[in-house]
């Protein structure tokens, strides 16, 4: 990376001015190397000098012009200047930028990776929707955003396993067996009502007359705990398989379908709450096992099992974690949850503190919630469900690529807007559009040239000298692309996918920019064709932003196309 290197030659400064008396002997801090927020102000800075200024008992602006002139002789930077109270801003120069271009190209998507992880295990658990509904909008924003995030770790040398849990356990099951059969003899004609906490959506209506008409009368032979307990285990398995074909619609694929239910018939929960009670941390009273997640932290304790002897989520979840860390032995969980579970948080944080694992070892993504517009209007039904709005019907109308981009295009802490009418406009305003066509754009190019046996070969020429890209626009394509594996380190580090898209927005920018202001292609009948050497490196820069492209399309889940129609109507053949 770019600022490894500059920080390396801030080091050698450092070292230099110290060894020479300018500066004291003192323990460098961490250097930090960013780009500046206005680009004006060069490619990279850093605040060496203000951090230095205190243990060096030095003004944080003589810090840096001795920094400054301390910097060893290199290829990298053309020139460093002090910045307000103390800050360095650097120039890159063109040269030494230019001639990365070729590294770009040929270490291909070793080009980002990095060892963040050093092979460690991480288990990212995302959507995991309830199997009493279709999964929703927000389902879909789970599914970018967890997928997306489970790349990026995967680039980041982390070894990656992704999970689904089905909760096919506890009381919402038994709520689920009581809807269906409730629905299932209404279908037939008997009256029966469903539970007033059961599930009343249009949904399990329509399950509940396609299972009476597939099973006739023969679920009332059953004894009615019996009939509840077939017809939700029918209903889990239709509607997981549903979830299944779902999440194949927005090309997401689970290493793991996990059952809750196995940690019931394997003994886990219960063992979990001895473990718990082992250590200290339960407590009965009101008929019921508490966990005493106040002594560690939490602003409340917990019920495990309630007073009907029937465990609760809580414990269920502490069980689940316990096997993912103790068990299966991951060195790190991510879970991702909608805002609804926000206030569960604190305490399976306190849970898996319980069992003996480092809570930070644990990290809670919380997503909000997806609104849907169409026309200015909140969008607030769906055709397939009656009562929310399917994800299989937003998938069905913008696309995979629409859905997987825009539900990953804020933060998750933001509350999301989704325009369905923009998701599937043919325009610079909407942004998974533009970055498609600004990679078929580069492909378009590339075919072009070779069509035309445009290439260095056939011009007489040896390889391309990417020294004589100067022009500002060629600088500034080239420039960013040197920045992809920064931001695929950060926004590994941070669990920030969303930086993707803006990443991939920008540099559609920037090269639609470089291709509106410079002629890659020479058409033989213009004077203002750049001259063969030129051509050659341009080309060399278009690959190297297709590539780039390419990649960051396809770590967020959204195809790169090679041909887009208004593409091929406008590059010069």
């Not at 060069?42 to 301390?70: C, H």
């Not at 053309?78 to 307000?84: T, W």
């Not at 299966?328 to 879970?335: A, L, N, Q, T, Y």
């Not at 060399?540 to 196309?561: D, E, K, M």
Request: with cysteine; proline share 5%.
């Amino acid at each position: 990376m770019v600022r490894e290197e500059i920080s390396r030659l801030l080091q050698g400064a450092a070292a230099a001015a110290q060894q020479s008396g300018l500066l004291p002997q003192v323990t460098l801090p961490e250097i930090t190397v960013e780009p500046p927020q206005r680009p004006e102000h060069g490619d990279y800075a850093t605040n060496l000098a203000l951090r230095l200024a205190r243990s060096a008992r030095m003004a944080p602006s003589q810090i840096a012009r001795i920094l400054i002139q301390s910097l060893p002789a290199n290829d990298v930077i053309a020139r460093a200047e002090v910045a307000g109270a103390g800050f360095i801003n650097i120039v890159l120069r063109p040269e030494w930028v230019s001639a990365q271009l070729e590294g770009i190209l040929a270490h291909g998507q070793r080009f980002v990776h990095n060892d963040q992880g050093q092979g460690r295990r991480v288990q990212v658990e995302f959507v995991s929707a309830n199997p009493t509904e279709r999964c929703h909008a927000g389902s879909g924003r789970a599914a970018a955003l967890g997928d997306s995030l489970a790349n990026l770790l995967a680039l980041s040398g982390w070894q990656v396993q992704r999970e689904y849990l089905v909760n096919d356990a506890g009381g919402r099951l038994q709520a689920l067996g009581e809807t269906i059969l409730a629905r299932y003899l209404q279908a037939l004609g008997h009256p029966a009502e469903v539970p007033q906490d059961g599930y009343h959506g249009e949904f399990l209506r329509q399950l509940g007359q396609e299972l009476a008409a597939e099973l006739g009368d023969q679920i009332m032979e059953l004894g009615h705990d019996a009939a509840v307990t077939h017809l939700a285990r029918l209903a889990v398995e239709r509607i997981v398989a549903l979830h299944k074909a779902d999440m194949d619609a927005l090309g997401v694929h689970f290493d793991t379908w996990f059952r809750e239910q196995a940690l019931h018939d394997h003994g886990e929960v219960a063992a979990t709450v001895e473990l718990l009670r082992e250590r200290g941390y339960v407590s009965e009273r009101e008929g019921a096992v508490w966990f005493s997640s106040t002594a560690l932290g939490d602003d409340k304790d917990n019920v495990l099992i309630r007073s009907n002897g029937v465990p609760g989520y809580l414990a269920a979840d502490i069980a689940y974690h316990r096997d993912k860390f103790v068990r299966r032995g991951f060195e790190r969980v991510i879970d991702v949850w909608g805002a609804d579970h926000q206030g569960h948080v604190s305490r399976m944080k306190a849970g898996v503190q319980a069992i003996g694992v480092d809570p930070d070892r644990l990290t809670i993504i919380i997503h909000q919630l997806v609104t849907l517009r169409r026309g200015g209007e909140v969008v607030k039904l769906s055709k397939r469900t009656g009562n929310i709005v399917a994800l299989a019907d937003v998938i069905e109308e913008v696309g995979r690529d629409a859905c997987r981009f825009f539900f990953l295009a804020r933060s998750p802490e933001s509350q999301m807007e989704f325009d369905l009418d923009l998701a599937k406009e043919e325009s610079e305003e909407n942004p998974v559009f533009y970055v498609q066509y600004s990679h078929a754009r580069t492909a378009s190019v590339l075919e072009k040239a070779e069509q035309r046996g445009i290439s260095p070969q056939a011009w007489g020429l040896g390889a391309p000298d990417v020294a004589v890209l100067q022009h500002p626009a060629e600088l500034a394509l080239a420039r960013f692309l040197l920045r992809y594996p920064e931001v695929i380190y950060d926004a590994a580090a941070q669990l920030e996918p969303h930086r993707l898209t803006f990443f991939a927005q920008e540099l559609a920018r920037i090269f639609n920019a470089f291709y509106r202001d410079c002629r890659v292609l020479p058409s033989e009948r213009s004077p203002h064709d750049p001259p063969l050497p030129v051509s050659a490196a341009r080309l060399r820069l278009v690959a190297a932003a297709q590539q780039v492209l390419a990649h960051v399309l396809g770590v967020i889940g959204v195809t790169a196309p090679r041909h887009m129609a208004r593409v091929e109507e406008e590059v010069l053949a």
